[in-house]
């Protein structure tokens, strides 16, 4: 890995699902109106949103191409959620709650751990298969954590997100810099 491009989607792994473990563990200890969770939730889905980036570099051919769509649907879901939080928090009305164009927040939230399925199956070709397979339970876990608000599922999930891909960082850190490329 040699450009810094690399490094920052590289570390983004690590990153964006550490941030997301902080939210949740501040929705579980505070409750999921809490503001200052969703303001990690947003930081965290934007670091997903890298992590997505990054993940389409594990993929090609039709794989990366579901991965991209089904991926930027996940980030748009995601980052609306920590926003629902937020406007929830401040006594707005829950997005989730609501009717007509609002319950556009929902298909588009359970596109996020849909993301982490797919990357998933796309990691068990170039990963070790306890990574890919952790990274799956997660994925499946995620929308049970979350649309029931079951706070300590939902800090075990993000845990077990930051061990999956933090493994895929430092496989992807260890990994030899390709060779000098002629112009």
Known sequence: MTSPLDRVLTASLIAGPAIYLIADILY?????ADP???VFHILGAIGYTIVLVRLL???DG??????LIVGALGAA???AYGFNTIHVSLGDTDLVDATGAATL?????LFFPLTLLLAAVILRRSQ???TAALLGVAALAWPVAHIANIGWLAVAVNVALVVALGAVAVTAFRAPAPA???A
Request: glycine share 10%.
């Open 28 to 32: 579980a200890v505070n409750g999921w």
């Open 36 to 38: 200052t969770a969703a």
């Open 57 to 59: 570099t594990f993929a």
């Open 62 to 67: 039709y794989w990366a191409a579901a991965l």
């Open 77 to 79: 879901g995601n980052v």
């Open 105 to 109: 927040i929902k298909p588009l939230g």
């Open 128 to 130: 070790p298969l306890w």
């Open 180 to 182: 000098a490329q002629v």
